[in-house]
Nanobody, 120 residues
Framework: QVQLVEAGGGSVQARGSLRPFCPAS????????MGWLRQAPGKEREFVAS????????YYSDPVKGRFTVSRDNAKNTVYLQMNNLKPEDTAIYYC?????????????WGQGTQVTVSS
């Protein structure tokens, strides 16, 4: 059973920044592409970003491209999501996920999530 525990969410004003992160077990981390999903109130869960095991391949959804940066520290078994220039529409629960190797926009497992709230 994959265990993913997100942290680093919070409340900020528009144009602010947050950096959620997600440590994982060594076995989980070295074997999987990792990524982030989000679910806003009343909406379906959606893909945000993903990064390959080596960090050499990265994908972003269009709404966050240019503002968010996904990264991973393979020595610490941790994936990060640097979120800059946040907007109220970024308000959501953000989930860390392992990513399917056949489709870097599809999750395999995900955690319980961390709340991100952006006020105008």
């Amino acid at each position: 059973q994959v265990q993913l525990v997100e942290a680093g969410g919070g409340s900020v004003q528009a144009r602010g920044s947050l950096r959620p992160f997600c440590p994982a077990s060594r076995l989980t981390f070295i074997c999987h592409a990792m990524g982030w999903l989000r679910q806003a109130p009343g909406k379906e869960r959606e893909f945000v970003a993903s990064i390959s095991p080596s960090g050499g391949t990265i994908y972003y959804s269009d709404p966050v491209k240019g503002r968010f940066t996904v990264s991973r520290d393979n020595a610490k078994n941790t994936v990060y999501l640097q979120m800059n220039n946040l907007k109220p529409e970024d308000t959501a629960i953000y989930y860390c996920a392992t990513i399917l190797p056949t489709d870097y926009r599809r999750p395999r497992d995900w955690g319980q999530g961390t709340q991100v709230t952006v006020s105008s």
